[in-house]
């Protein structure tokens, strides 16, 4: 089993800067993918970012070159640091690990609200 708890979410006006962390507790052996999601209200949950357990990593367009994705290197911490943001960033960012088994694990989520 493997626990997640995001944080760092926030209020920030377009341009600002906000760095998103994981805490990750239990089994992480077991996990071979990490990510940040985004949900927007009325709208689908989507991929951010991801992070392989080789350190490859892959960007939605939308946040190519304004979001960087990170971890410790015991993968027990997972950052998404995001700049430039826009008031389209505007979501709740879950957190998501997928064991080697496909079995899929998130966080509860946290606000991030870009607006002046």
């Known amino acids: 089993q493997v626990q997640l708890v995001e944080s760092g979410g926030g209020l920030v006006q377009p341009g600002g800067s906000l760095r998103l962390t994981c805490a990750a507790s239990?089994?992480?052996?077991?996990?071979?993918?990490m990510a940040w999601f985004r949900q927007a209200p009325g709208k689908q949950r989507d991929l951010v970012a991801r992070?392989?357990?080789?350190?490859?990593?892959d960007y939605a367009d939308s946040v190519k070159g304004r979001f960087a994705i990170s971890t410790n290197p015991a993968r027990n911490r997972l950052y998404l640091q995001m700049n430039s943001l826009k008031p389209e960033d505007t979501a709740v960012y879950y957190c998501n690990f997928q064991s080697k088994s496909s079995r899929d694990y998130w966080g509860p989520g946290t606000q991030v609200t870009v607006a002046s």
């Open positions: 239990g089994i992480t052996a077991s996990i071979w993918r």
């Open positions: 992070m392989t357990i080789d350190r490859t990593t």
